[in-house]
């Protein structure tokens, strides 16, 4: 029996002892480190025994979290509070929910997921929320790779609003299509938007496209270069979110992960989807720049049970996921696209 298994119920004992049973191991952490979707696949259970099997879990690792206390804010933190909005949602109450409310002000959130999951999708929908919340509010758009979708940006924009030209106005949209350029402009460029005090979001989309590869052959050496720019280019965001309280929300791509990890190394290296083994492109020094990740990805029919392949024939099946963040508890939500953006199911 695992250490503070005791003080629970028999019903909780026997949870806990089905899930170490099916996972094959005696070590309640490594449970943890399982994704939620993995971890319940892995298991069998439903949604409501996996999410109340993880919350055991934490109360037997860390009993002390529930002696923790929220702190009373200090007046001048009430003030900046009134000053600022309470932060952009996506629009839909459950995927709100599920992405703890909404995006808050000073916050760094990274996107990651694999090609046509749906980053690009998510970073307008909330570009058009950041907008709607706020009628006199600008949003700063940054993309590096294609073209901007401001068709689709119109369309979302068209569903929530009748006043599509205005709403496409207030947003700065500029294309970069090599690193140095794309730093000297997040550098001296942006700052003067930030400014005027009307930019509730910043989007960087995609923030790997130009640190992903290197034509240097010493590869640790193109790695430490590249460790360096994230560093100063965190810095930089960093300096947007205390100076302008706006929101940062970045685009990472993902690269194949072969091996097993360690189990130390698994949040900041790995990320899960499905059934396919991922990584975040930028890997342990983004990670820890970030403030919260989330997760996309889509499972395919074929890939699902035979009663989930003829309950979902012809579409493939999206999720979102906050893997970790400082404001709300890791929760994923099966999502659908349409034409004004994601929604839950």
């Not at 959130?109 to 709607?132: D, F, H, M, P, Y």
């Given at each position: 029996?695992?250490?503070?298994?005791?003080?629970?119920s028999?019903e909780?004992?026997?949870?806990?002892?089905?899930?170490?049973?099916?996972?094959n191991?005696?070590?309640?952490?490594?449970?943890?480190?399982?994704?939620?979707?993995?971890?319940?696949?892995?298991?069998?259970?439903?949604?409501?025994?996996?999410?109340?099997?993880?919350?055991?879990l934490?109360?037997?690792l860390?009993?002390?979290?529930?002696k923790?206390q929220?702190?009373l804010?200090?007046?001048?933190?009430?003030?900046?509070?009134?000053?600022?909005?309470?932060?952009?949602?996506?629009?839909?109450?459950?995927?709100?929910?599920?992405?703890?409310?909404?995006?808050?002000?000073?916050?760094?959130?990274?996107?990651?997921?694999?090609?046509?999951?749906?980053?690009?999708?998510?970073?307008?929908?909330?570009?058009?929320?950041?907008?709607?919340?706020?009628?006199?509010?600008?949003?700063?758009y940054?993309?590096?790779e294609?073209a901007?979708p401001?068709?689709?940006l119109?369309?979302?924009?068209?569903?929530?609003?009748?006043?599509?030209d205005?709403?496409?106005?207030?947003?700065?949209?500029?294309?970069?299509?090599?690193?140095?350029?794309?730093?000297?402009?997040?550098?001296y460029?942006?700052?003067?938007?930030?400014?005027?005090?009307?930019?509730?979001?910043?989007?960087?989309?995609?923030?790997?496209?130009?640190?992903?590869?290197?034509?240097?052959?010493?590869?640790?050496?193109?790695?430490?270069?590249?460790?360096?720019?994230?560093?100063?280019?965190?810095?930089?965001?960093?300096?947007?979110?205390?100076?302008?309280?706006c929101?940062?929300?970045a685009?990472?791509?993902?690269?194949?992960?072969?091996?097993?990890?360690?189990?130390?190394?698994?949040r900041?290296?790995v990320v899960?989807?499905?059934?396919?083994?991922?990584a975040?492109a930028?890997?342990?020094?983004w990670?820890?720049i970030?403030d919260?990740?989330?997760?996309?990805?889509?499972?395919r029919?074929?890939d699902?049970g035979?009663?989930?392949?003829?309950?979902n024939?012809g579409?493939?099946?999206?999720?979102?996921e906050?893997?970790f963040?400082?404001w709300?508890?890791?929760?994923q939500?099966?999502?659908?696209?349409?034409?004004?953006?994601?929604?839950h199911?």
């Amino acid at each position: 029996m695992v250490t503070g298994m005791e003080a629970l119920s028999k019903e909780d004992q026997d949870l806990l002892a089905r899930c170490l049973s099916k996972l094959n191991t005696s070590d309640a952490s490594h449970c943890l480190l399982l994704p939620s979707g993995e971890f319940q696949r892995a298991t069998g259970l439903n949604d409501r025994q996996s999410a109340h099997a993880r919350t055991l879990l934490f109360q037997i690792l860390y009993p002390w979290r529930a002696k923790l206390q929220r702190a009373l804010p200090h007046p001048q933190q009430q003030q900046q509070q009134q000053q600022h909005p309470p932060g952009i949602t996506t629009g839909d109450p459950r995927l709100d929910l599920c992405l703890g409310g909404f995006l808050p002000p000073g916050s760094l959130t990274e996107i990651v997921g694999e090609s046509a999951t749906g980053k690009t999708q998510l970073c307008l929908q909330l570009t058009v929320s950041a907008l709607l919340h706020n009628p006199s509010s600008e949003v700063i758009y940054i993309y590096t790779e294609g073209a901007f979708p401001a068709g689709r940006l119109a369309g979302m924009a068209r569903r929530r609003t009748n006043n599509v030209d205005a709403l496409m106005r207030r947003v700065h949209v500029a294309g970069f299509a090599d690193l140095e350029t794309m730093l000297h402009a997040m550098e001296y460029k942006v700052p003067g938007i930030l400014a005027k005090g009307i930019v509730p979001l910043v989007v960087v989309d995609s923030v790997a496209a130009h640190l992903r590869f290197g034509d240097d052959p010493d590869q640790m050496a193109f790695y430490r270069r590249r460790a360096a720019i994230m560093v100063q280019l965190g810095k930089r965001i960093k300096k947007w979110n205390g100076q302008w309280r706006c929101a940062v929300l970045a685009t990472n791509q993902v690269r194949d992960v072969f091996g097993e990890p360690s189990a130390g190394a698994y949040r900041t290296q790995v990320v899960s989807l499905v059934a396919d083994r991922k990584a975040p492109a930028l890997g342990a020094v983004w990670a820890n720049i970030i403030d919260a990740r989330i997760v996309m990805y889509q499972r395919r029919a074929a890939d699902a049970g035979a009663a989930e392949i003829a309950e979902n024939i012809g579409r493939n099946r999206r999720w979102i996921e906050l893997e970790f963040s400082p404001w709300a508890p890791r929760a994923q939500c099966e999502v659908t696209l349409s034409d004004s953006g994601f929604h839950h199911i």
